[in-house]
């Protein structure tokens, strides 16, 4: 093994969430297609291929994780990686309840969230997983669905565009006779040295103001902390947010809930169109139409208000990262937002009125302040938190800092499709494993550039203290969906 680095803080946090099982598989994939595929060329064969242009790429994608049970982990590199432990071939057995493609998809990759990678310390957390799909209405095109499977210690939602982003370009390459590549599952690792931390590559700066609080917080009796208004926590607070069950943990009964929305290219249009219009963005607009839909589904003695958690990305503060990097940049902003009144006479869409817009408007102004600076971020202050596992263990039993968390890591573009090159992508997937020390519902968003609109609804099972949470789900997704679906003029 090769020592590369010590993990950075935020790098810690992920690594002791994943030792723990309280956070498991982080999954971007996306339904690839295969024109013309070659007979003689085995799909295996293909994948390695491009696999090892990933490799050669992204040095993160070697990194091992050395004393993950203890506060002060490091990177590691072996000289050889077996491509065979990172690729998971699935056939399209379908049992009498899996009846189409949505479901098996659901299925998939909540088996892909709930996965727990073993041996880090001598195999690098991730994998692909292939699942042939049905061909569609082109006879001559083959169609899979691959997912992009890895630890949030060795990237962001980002970082999963990125690997696509080379992963195509491998299955490109693999397809030419002159591809520089072989097929052999064994492959040496690249000595290019790891990209730096989140920390070491911009400047955090944390003020004493930011900083007080949540320290004299976290050491302060609650008798004399609270009637001060300190909380060990830079989130807001109120007394009516709906947060779900309080934080708890069963390694065994671990379990992520999926609900999966998809929008097509031209409801997305009309969807963006608007926000320009209104001079805002589509974070800012899904914050407005998600608490809707929780003011809908939740009574109002459970839920007056909700706090919400959007991840934010600082590659653009960042000296040696770029969107193209494998690399572990977000930052969260939290925000409070009061309940919705209903105010629609069709109780299935949205009511959009002036308060709408000019609400989605400051949470767009707040998540661009938010994006545009290193300094009084919450990841600054991981800096100061010395003893990660027993704070992380300490989490459980206690009540939820926010309500949802959304995420969303925008378009891919596969670029111009060559026929000549075989292999093109139609739509993409986005989803988070349950998160045991967070908030119990994400909404996780990306979309194909000029495509389809993807948002996956992931939680723990058991967190979101209502009755049935799969139908619950399938309101949200259902009131989100027709909501996005009936703009255009609004």
């Known amino acids: 093994m090769e020592r590369l680095r010590k993990a950075g803080p935020n790098e810690r946090r992920c690594i002791v969430r994943q030792a723990l099982g309280f956070y498991r598989t982080l999954v971007v994939g996306g339904i690839y297609t295969l024109d013309n595929p070659h007979k003689d060329v085995s799909l295996e064969y293909t994948l390695i291929r491009a696999l090892k242009h990933c490799v050669a790429i992204h040095p993160i994608l070697s990194a091992c994780i050395i004393g993950e049970d ?62 042939p799909l049905c061909r569609g209405e082109r006879p001559q095109t083959d169609r899979y669905l691959i997912l992009f499977g890895y630890y ?59 900083l007080l609080s949540p320290l004299l917080g976290a050491y302060l009796p609650s008798f004399i902390a609270s009637p001060l208004g300190i909380r060990a926590s830079a989130t807001p607070e109120a007394d009516n947010q709906w947060v779900g069950h309080d934080t708890f943990f069963d390694h065994d009964k671990y379990s992520t809930g999926l609900e999966i929305i998809s929008v097509e290219y031209e409801d997305v249009e009309k969807v963006l169109r608007d926000c320009r219009e209104h001079n805002l963005k589509l974070t800012g607009l899904l914050h407005q ?22 991840a934010v990305d600082l590659r653009s503060h960042l000296n040696g990262i770029t969107d193209d ?4 940049c977000p930052t969260a902003y939290y925000e ?69 968390e959304l995420s969303n890591i925008m378009s891919f573009n596969p670029g111009f499709f060559k026929p000549e090159d075989g ?4 739509s993409m997937i986005f989803s988070q494993p349950a998160n045991v020390s967070s908030g119990c ?9 000029q495509g389809d609109l993807t948002i996956v609804i992931s939680w723990q099972l058991g967190a979101l203290g209502v009755q049935n949470e799969q139908v619950f789900a399938a309101n949200l997704g259902r009131f989100i969906a027709k909501s996005l679906r009936s703009f255009g003029g609004l």
């Open 325 to 328: 990097d494998m690399a572990l």
């Open 152 to 210: 949030h210690s060795h990237g962001d939602g980002k970082s999963g565009l990125a690997f696509h982003k080379t992963f195509l370009a491998g299955l490109k390459q693999a397809q030419h006779r002159h591809c520089v590549y072989d097929g052999d599952s064994e492959c040496a690792t690249p000595r290019t040295p790891l990209l730096p931390t989140l920390e070491a590559s911009g400047e955090l700066s944390v003020s004493w103001g930011y």
């Open 441 to 449: 519902l994400n909404f996780n968003v990306v979309s194909k550039y």
């Open 336 to 404: 409070l937002f009061m309940r919705t009144a209903e105010e629609s006479s069709n109780p299935t869409l949205i009511s959009v009125k002036d308060n709408f817009w000019n609400a989605a408007r400051t949470t767009t102004q707040n998540l661009a302040k938010c994006a545009n600076t290193l300094s009084d971020q919450p990841v600054g202050l991981l800096g100061y938190l010395r003893k990660m596992y027993p704070w992380t263990r300490g989490q459980i039993g206690k009540r939820r800092e926010c309500s949802y």
């Open 289 to 310: 139409i998600i608490v809707q839909a929780l003011s809908k589904e939740l009574p109002f003695e459970k839920a007056g208000s909700f706090v919400s958690q959007t």
């Open 423 to 426: 292999w093109n992508v139609e």
């Open 70 to 131: 203890t506060e002060t982990p490091e990177f590691a590199r072996p000289a050889l990686l077996d491509l065979n432990k990172h690729i998971d071939l699935i056939g399209t057995r379908q049992s009498p309840d899996i009846l189409d493609e949505k479901d098996l998809i659901k299925l998939t990759l909540a088996q892909v969230n709930n996965h727990v990678f073993t041996n880090c310390n001598k195999t690098p957390p991730w994998k692909i997983v292939v699942l």
